[in-house]
């Protein structure tokens, strides 16, 4: 399969859980649930998470194209699936059933995770390892604000 064809098929499944977080989520971030919480003054606005999520996924997509021209993609797959429903249910373990702390168990295994990726391809992929940092960059966000919430409310 050549680099294009994989970048648009993980394009479209990165995005489909985006979608599928979206739907997961409850109404989210405008519930009064979430309304209600103490966040961390460091929390950005509402499109900003649009923004970041879409650079992060477009990233994210050019990385996964790449690290897939492999002979051996087992392992590579694994990691892309785990971290598939890590990103997913954090959506449904946060928002829709206000578990804080699962969420936030939820988030540091996906830093972990992306750390993995990001360290473990490094030789494999050389420059092209620039592509996984905004999702790093975000996880590390991410696990702040969600840090935050836990430790204030």
């Not at 900003?48 to 194209?65: D, E, P, Q």
């Not at 996984?132 to 702040?144: C, E, K």
Request: charged share 10%.
């Amino acid at each position: 399969m050549k680099f294009y064809t994989r970048l648009i098929l993980f394009l479209i499944i990165n995005f489909g859980a985006l979608g599928l977080g979206i739907i997961l989520m409850n109404d989210g971030p405008r519930a009064s649930w979430y309304l209600s919480l103490d966040k961390a003054p460091w929390t950005p606005p509402g499109w900003v998470f649009g923004f970041a999520w879409t650079t992060v996924m477009i990233c994210f997509s050019v990385y996964m194209a790449k690290l897939t021209e492999a002979k051996n993609n087992k392992v590579i797959l694994l990691l892309f699936t785990i971290q598939f429903i890590l990103n997913v249910s954090w959506n449904y373990v946060f928002f829709n059933q206000h578990n804080i702390s699962l969420g936030m168990l939820n988030l540091i295994v996906l830093l972990m995770l992306i750390a993995v990726m990001t360290f473990k391809f490094k030789s494999q992929l050389k420059i092209y390892s620039i592509f996984i940092l905004p999702y790093l960059v975000w996880m590390l966000v991410a696990n702040s604000l969600n840090g935050y919430i836990l430790y204030t409310n």
